[in-house]
């Protein structure tokens, strides 16, 4: 072979750029698994989103990269963390919702574990909301067959959802969580199958981007009512699909009802 022969230029940029394409493909397929609200085409979306409808606050940052279509978004975004918690066992964690003055409506596996604490939430100005100081357990009640618990409080919480009556109303909804350890997520969703709702107790959800340990979390329609209360997913499949199931709002009132706990 002659060295004085150069290989063309052309043929070696390809080969690296199919390189670092692959390479992206790969993180991107790591991220799917573990931090899906982050795979790169949502990155590429939030940041259109954010290109075409600037934010002024960083939480209008949160609520226009995800898409979502309630008005008043901020405002909902604000009632909602207001009453969620975050609720740790033996290092888990997951969320809450208070439906009264001292009663909290979350997942039973989220309350399945030694040394229950209960975190209030601590609303941040323009921002997130964060875990703030702990709030004292009086009792937990679990829903035996259901994955439905109830924890109630010894002292007042001064912020409460209250339960859809009528969940045949818009399927929009928007879900606050805390599956990471600093700030309450915010996801948009849609209902699924809603006409199922009235005789089952589950509602099944699409297009929310965090499902695990996001359980327990709100759900809640653009009326600012809890719709449902965050499951445990049932696969990684229904992940990657971005398809979720819940304890829906018609359930969890009927417990309540039936433990005399409202």
Partial sequence: MNPFIRKPEGKTNWTWVLMVVGLIALHNQHLIKTDPENTYPKRIRRALRLWINPAETELEKHLIGKGIVCEEPARLYQKVAGATVVIKTNGAIGSGVFIGPRLIATANHVVDGKNLKVLLPQLEEDNLAKPGRPIVVDFVNRIKGLDLAFVTTRHSHHSWINLERNLQLDTNMIIVGHPKAKYYSLQKARIKK???????????????????????????????????????????????????????????????????LG
């Fill in 194 to 260: 809603k006409a199922s709702m009235s005789s089952s107790e589950f509602v099944i959800f699409k297009g929310n981007e965090i499902f695990f340990g996001n359980s327990g979390g709100a759900m809640v329609n653009c009326d600012g009512n809890l719709v449902g209360v965050v499951s445990m997913m049932s696969n990684f499949q229904n992940s990657m699909l971005k398809q979720g199931i819940g304890i829906n709002a018609n359930t969890i009132g009927r417990y309540v009802q039936n433990l005399k």
